[in-house]
């Protein structure tokens, strides 16, 4: 072998480990959250995932085949098959927004990996075939059962494997053209805007698709019954539609002798492969424009803000120094913002309960609007009320939530070592920092925005009904806050997440809509809305004075949350 040639295999045999461990790597950081586990091994995080997703799939065939009580006719029809194409493409739009921040190369893949001797096209391939599995291995654990139980009203082996092959196909479709458009959305932004802004954008960009993919999910009795009816009226919207081109696939592929079907397979394979062409395109300038600015960023230093910027920061510190004049509480208040800001995963999780609250909200309004003259008045009149308690409960719970993500971990010894001796001077700063984000904009929005519905009257009753609400709601997330948020270890899993899921329905329900339905009873009476905003007051007031008693002694911070032990003894001893 001649010396050229072997330095080439050399070279190759590089790129291909190379290739491999990148790939590697690049998914396993789909896993690297904080949300999932703190120190978890990979493939019990992975195991884990796949096994929630998994059951979830299975669950879903398994119900709609025993409600139908395996009828192969029902089974069968494409109404039904609508429902598996539709759920899986919203599925993994889910999946693929709660990783948005990790579909791409972020600022610390390029500043480790650029000043390596490792080619930039190992790189880029490397982190798009991690994106091809994790879309094939989810795709498959969320549509295995379907896959599995639908085709069993096959009569035969050939036709169940015939029937199988085209579920996998049109759902594995569906699956990938919501992926790869999210990605494209994503890839195209960056390369416009830049790293800098989109990074600025990309909060909002967040909320809008989960707030999207959730309010499909909410209305998908509705939407499902009109993409029916569009097909079978031959209405040409249909062809705008990505579930029913994939349901033509799934059609076209049993044989169906249906001419709508056909076109609306055509159309579903077209768009897969433009929208593949362009996730490539989009994803590779990204990729380019990533790599010009990662290390022009790294060493840039930070400017100071002139002009109007630096007017406006001027202004925000006066006015924070009027709200809170207490130093120590105007910090903590400064860095529970500005964590809120800077952190993508605490962003990504305030993104997800915002877009959950907004297509609640969205519901709320979509059910008074198109049904005004079935629904019966009253409820019309608590649906729009609770409007701004879906609002806060989200945005307070949310931010409850996120206290507990640390930031940060490896810091916090500077709080450790600068600990006020009064402790509650940290838990009021975080009660201000609630109070002034959430429960007074929300309360000003409602007395602007029902002034129009209600009259200024009612207004300032429903906003005063909201805000004392909101700030109950708030003493009871914080009633035994023992750590500084954003600074103490976090292990998830200990409570278990199905209880806790049911409490966190029940107490929505409560504060939401039975709540509402409160405020409509007692709005009949002036003394007796009167009676109630005084029972609140004091109900909140209540809570206020047993928390200062019971924060009048010692409070000790946690800043490390130590998981469960492995072996548990039973005291004998």
């Known amino acids: 072998m001649k010396p ?64 139908m009580g395996f009828d192969q006719a029902g089974t069968r029809s494409w109404n039904v098959r609508l429902i598996f194409v539709y759920f899986s493409a919203l599925v993994i739009g889910v999946l693929t927004v709660l990783e948005w921040d990790a579909l791409l190369l972020d600022r610390r893949d390029q500043t480790i990996l650029m000043p390596l001797p490792v080619r930039p096209r190992t790189i880029f391939a490397a982190k798009f075939t991690a994106l091809m599995l994790f879309l094939a291995i989810f795709s498959a654990d969320i549509n295995a059962g379907s896959i599995l139980l639908v085709p069993m009203t096959a009569s035969s082996l ?5 029937y199988a092959v085209a579920h996998a196909v049109s759902v594995f479709a569906a699956s990938a053209f919501t992926f790869l458009s999210l990605v494209s959305v994503e890839g195209i932004l960056i390369a416009v805007l830049g790293p800098k802004w989109f990074s600025w954008t990309s909060t909002g960009i967040q909320v809008l698709a989960i707030m999207l993919l959730i309010a499909a999910l909410l209305f998908f009795p509705g939407i499902w019954e009109t993409m029916c009816r569009w097909k079978q009226e031959n209405n040409a919207v249909v062809h705008f539609l990505p579930p029913l081109w994939y349901l033509g696939i799934y059609e076209t592929l049993q044989g169906t002798r249906d001419p709508e ?39 840039d230093a930070p400017r100071v803000p002139l002009g109007r910027a630096g ?16 130093p120590v509480q105007r910090a903590m208040f400064c860095f529970l913002i500005w964590t809120m800001i800077r952190s993508s995963k605490h962003r990504l999780v305030m993104a997800v309960y915002v877009g959950t609250g907004l297509a609640m909200v969205l519901e709320e309004i979509a059910a008074v609007s ?44 500077v709080f450790q070592l600068t600990e006020h001796s009064d402790k509650r001077v940290y838990l009021s700063a ?21 002034s129009f519905l209600l009259g200024p009257q009612m207004a300032i009753v429903h906003a005063a009904y909201c805000s004392l609400l ?12 023992d750590k500084i948020p954003f600074t103490c270890s976090y292990v998830p899993g200990r409570t278990p997440v199905i209880p806790l899921l049911i409490g966190y329905w029940l107490a929505f329900i409560a504060y939401t809509h039975a709540m509402a339905l409160l405020e409509f009873s007692m709005l009949r009476s002036r003394w007796r809305a009167l009676t109630c905003l005084a029972l609140i007051l004091a109900v909140w007031w ?32």
């Not at 080439?8 to 950081?29: G, S, V, Y």
């Not at 050939?158 to 015939?162: M, T, V, Y």
């Open 4 to 67: 050229g040639s072997l330095g080439a295999h050399h070279r190759h045999h590089r790129d291909r480990r190379q290739f491999a461990r990148l790939t590697r790597n690049f998914f396993a950081r789909f896993f690297e959250n904080d949300l999932l586990s703190a120190h978890a091994d990979l493939r019990a995080t992975l195991s884990q995932v796949l096994g929630l997703l998994g059951a979830a799939g299975l669950f879903a065939p398994l119900l709609l085949l025993f409600m």
């Open 158 to 162: 050939p036709e169940l494997l015939h």
């Open 261 to 299: 079907f056909w076109l609306l397979a055509r159309i579903g394979i077209c768009a897969l492969a433009a929208i593949t062409v362009i996730a490539v395109t989009a994803y590779a300038a990204a990729y380019g424009r990533f790599t010009r600015t990662a290390l022009e960023r790294a060493v």
């Open 311 to 326: 007017v406006v920061r001027s202004a925000g510190r006066s006015l924070l120094r009027r709200l809170i004049r207490d």
């Open 370 to 413: 198109w049904h005004r003259a079935e629904v019966w008045e009253p409820m019309q009149q608590v649906a729009i009320r609770s409007l701004p308690l879906v609002i806060s409960f989200f945005l307070l719970s949310g931010m409850r939530f996120i206290f507990n993500v640390p930031a940060e971990l490896s810091a916090n010894w």
């Open 430 to 450: 975080v009660r201000r920092c609630m109070l002034l984000l959430i429960v007074a904009p929300v309360g000003t929005i409602a007395l602007l925005a029902y």
């Open 470 to 481: 909101s700030l109950v709601v708030l003493e009871a997330l914080l009633w035994r806050l």
């Open 542 to 573: 209540a809570m206020v004075l047993y928390r200062r008693r019971s924060q009048a002694q010692s409070i000790a911070f946690v800043f490390h949350q130590a998981p469960d032990p492995l072996i548990c003894t039973l005291d004998l001893g």
